[in-house]
């Protein structure tokens, strides 16, 4: 088990790194060339920039077993479809059961803005969604 990470916007990276190390699990961090990452103990892959290039890295390196973080619905469901487990840096456990719901809100609002609507921005992060997110990664850890 690995912990990759789509880390061009990716909140709590202190959290998911202290969380890998008490479970001696590596930690691989996904970023285009346009972002800095700097750890002490992820391997950090840099991918050219361009429309879902590090998406489309991440989940050709991924394999059944590991788990993914991010916050894109679409990755979420092709690591789903690998066997993976996925987990949003605000904690939410994506799985069979609510991919497919959020995957659907996600085509409406994109048709919302298209037709000139407005979508609400999402909240700011709190303590609670940092919580989340290491209980949620122990949890993944552990089944």
């Known amino acids: 088990m690995r912990i ?3 880390a061009d916007a990716c909140p709590g990276k202190d959290i998911i790194e202290e969380t890998a190390r008490s479970n001696n699990i590596s930690v691989i961090m996904y970023c285009d060339i346009n972002h800095v990452l700097n750890s002490n103990y992820s391997t950090i892959k840099y991918v050219d ?23 894109d619905y679409g990755v979420a469901a ?12 605000k904690g939410y456990i994506y799985d069979d059961e609510n991919i497919d719901r959020l995957l ?13 609507g407005k979508t609400y921005n999402p909240k700011k992060r709190t303590k609670k969604d940092d919580e989340r997110l290491k209980n949620g990664l122990i949890k993944l850890i552990n089944m």
Do not use: A, W
């Not at 920039?49 to 991010?70: A, H, R, W, Y």
């Not at 092709?78 to 840096?89: D, F, R, V």
């Open 4 to 6: 990759l990470v789509d």
């Open 78 to 89: 092709m690591s789903l479809g690998k066997g993976c487990y996925s987990i949003s840096p």
């Open 104 to 116: 659907f809100e996600r085509h409406i609002s994109s048709k919302v803005r298209r037709s000139g």
């Open 49 to 71: 920039s361009g429309f879902q290039s590090v998406d489309m890295f991440l989940i050709n390196e991924v394999k059944k077993g590991d788990i993914v973080i991010t916050q």
